[in-house]
């Protein structure tokens, strides 16, 4: 079992920049890979990021070079720096953690982008 707790989410104006946290606790060392997805209000989540240990960053396209996403030692903590923030990124994002088959889910934390 793995437990995540997400946190980092807030209001900004567009064109500012938010970091999100995601911190793993459990059978941390059994994580292979950590990301982010959101979910705007009825639409369905939608990747955001992700990052599998020994692979490349995933991005969706969406992104273009605005977010980064890290997980420092593969501990257990990961981030997402979000820059240059837009209306449309304004949702909930979700922290995902994989364990091979299982994936567990953050509690979620709201973004907020508005001028």
């Known amino acids: 079992q793995v437990q995540l707790v997400d946190s980092g989410g807030g209001t900004v104006q567009p064109g500012g920049s938010l970091r999100l946290s995601c911190t793993a606790s459990?059978?941390?060392?059994?994580?292979?890979?950590m990301g982010w997805y959101r979910q705007k209000p009825g639409q369905e989540r939608e990747l955001v990021a992700n990052?599998?240990?020994?692979?490349?960053?995933e991005y969706a396209d969406f992104v273009k070079d605005r977010l980064t996403i890290s997980r420092p030692g593969n501990r257990a903590t990961a981030y997402l720096q979000m820059n240059d923030l837009k209306t449309e990124d304004t949702a909930v994002y979700y922290c995902?953690?994989?364990?091979?088959?299982?994936?567990?889910w953050g509690q979620g934390t709201q973004v907020t982008v508005s001028s």
């Open positions: 995902i953690a994989q364990t091979g088959p299982r994936a567990f």
């Open positions: 459990g059978s941390v060392i059994s994580v292979v890979s």
């Open positions: 990052l599998a240990l020994g692979y490349r960053p």
